[in-house]
């Protein structure tokens, strides 16, 4: 599905369950791998490189690109490779953005707790924003300029690597996995 809150579009979708199931295998592994904290913007004491079969993991994602670009053949390479951001409590990641001409953030586990954290808040504030992933886009003062999403486990967006985006800080004893990588050299062929 394609979101258009503002100028730049963004792609959602829900991965399969398949991959879905590899990336969660993934993410065990890549616990104790490679620290790549020192050169990501996450305010996130554990930021592991992603251990993927890397053909497998661009076959995957190759069908998402080509419906958000609406081109079926493309070329482009994965940069550093994907990583991966086991978030705890009051952990976030500052405004920012990426490298590259597309970046992709996926939701492998996101624990329910967060929902009921964001639910709490529902009737008491217009910007209810505890685990949210924030997309801000402000070229105009008559749009809003920002877009708020409650990801959930199986969640893939894909969006301009220069669209700077944010991710909220929540307060419960869990943790969540999320996944990023960026598209580079990306050829319309």
Not at 27 to 42: H, K, M, N, P, T
Not at 53 to 59: A, H
Not at 80 to 101: A, Q, R, S, V
Not at 158 to 164: H, K, L, S, T
């Amino acid at each position: 599905m394609i979101l258009n809150f503002f100028g730049p579009s963004i792609y959602q979708s829900e991965l399969s369950d398949e991959f879905l199931s590899y990336l969660q295998e993934v993410a065990r592994q890549s616990e104790e791998g490679d620290d790549v904290g020192y050169s990501l913007a996450g305010n996130i004491d554990s930021q592991k490189n992603a251990v993927v079969d890397p053909k497998r993991f661009t076959n995957e994602i190759y069908p998402h690109i080509q419906e958000y670009l609406n081109h079926k053949s493309l070329s482009f390479h994965l940069g550093t490779g994907p990583w991966i951001n086991y978030m705890k409590k009051h952990e976030f990641n500052p405004l920012h953005t990426h490298d590259g001409t597309l970046s992709s953030v996926i939701f492998i586990d996101v624990p329910e707790e967060i929902e009921k954290e964001v639910g709490q808040w529902e009737g008491k504030t217009n910007c209810a924003c505890a685990g949210a992933l924030e997309f801000i886009h402000a070229k105009s003062s008559t749009c809003p300029g920002h877009a708020k999403v409650i990801p959930k486990t199986g969640d893939m967006y894909i969006f301009p690597a220069d669209m700077p985006h944010t991710v909220y800080p929540f307060s419960s004893d869990v943790t969540r996995i999320s996944m990023s990588f960026n598209v580079h050299n990306l050829q319309f062929n």
